[in-house]
T-cell receptor
Framework: AQSVSQHNHHVILSEAASLELGCNYS??????LFWYVQYPGQHLQLLLK??????LVKGIKGFEAEFIKSKFSFNLRKPSVQWSDTAEYFC????????????FGQGTELSVKP | ETGVTQTPRHLVMGMTNKKSLKCEQH?????MYWYKQSAKKPLELMFV???????ENNSVPSRFSPECPNSSHLFLHLHTLQPEDSALYLC???????????FGQGTRLTVV
């Protein structure tokens, strides 16, 4: 079965630090890629998505992600984090050869210290 | 407001009870999903419906029974659950099967 792997379970940063969260997926042909965020007590929200075209995609709240096909990776970045970015971040992948199911990584908890 | 509404938000049930979780989407989407979110584990896809037909059942125990009466509503019927079934149950919908999903706020289920 196809899988999605996030490298870090818990990341702690100070405000203004740069952020990069890793995401890799198993080989599976054509994919659609997503990052979701879950703020404390809130629902999962879409941060950004990649379907095709420019592999560098920009999302909401200053986040961006880069799709590197040769590495099966879709890492999330933000140049300068804020305390309000404290949340759990999930990478998710749709593998076309698995009937369009959205498969999630295990999540990365980000804590930003003020 | 996500466009996907789940009720109830919290549910405590005994192992012999029967209860149902409800999900409603107001986005005109054609696909709906049930996910289970447990601590320290990835979100687990449980059921997928596309155009009201079930297209995926990820080896979920029969004590969980989904129902999709129309494209806007999705239910998860629960009976004789186990304590390890305690989790956050998330409903989601998407326009089509290969597009981004929109999530509800979830039902926090505790089985006692």
């Amino acid at each position: 079965a196809q899988s999605v792997s996030q490298h870090n379970h818990h990341v702690i940063l100070s405000e203004a630090a740069s952020l990069e969260l890793g995401c890799n997926y198993s080989y599976g042909g054509t994919v659609n890629l997503f990052w979701y965020v879950q703020y404390p007590g809130q629902h999962l929200q879409l941060l950004l998505k990649y379907f095709s075209g420019d592999p560098l995609v920009k999302g909401i709240k200053g986040f961006e992600a880069e799709f590197i096909k040769s590495k099966f990776s879709f890492n999330l970045r933000k140049p300068s984090v804020q305390w309000s970015d404290t949340a759990e971040y999930f990478c998710a992948v749709i593998f076309y050869n698995q009937g369009g199911k959205l498969i999630f990584g295990q999540g990365t908890e980000l804590s930003v210290k003020p | 407001e996500t466009g996907v509404t789940q009720t109830p938000r919290h549910l405590v049930m005994g192992m012999t009870n029967k209860k149902s979780l409800k999900c409603e989407q107001h986005l005109g989407h054609n696909a709906m999903y049930w996910y289970k979110q447990s601590a320290k584990k990835p979100l687990e896809l449980m059921f997928v419906y596309s155009l009201e037909e079930r297209v995926e059942n990820n080896s979920v125990p029969s004590r969980f029974s989904p129902e999709c009466p129309n494209s806007s509503h999705l239910f998860l019927h629960l009976h004789t659950l186990q304590p390890e079934d305690s989790a956050l149950y998330l409903c989601a919908s998407s326009k089509e099967m290969n597009t981004e999903a929109f999530f509800g706020q979830g039902t926090r289920l505790t089985v006692v």
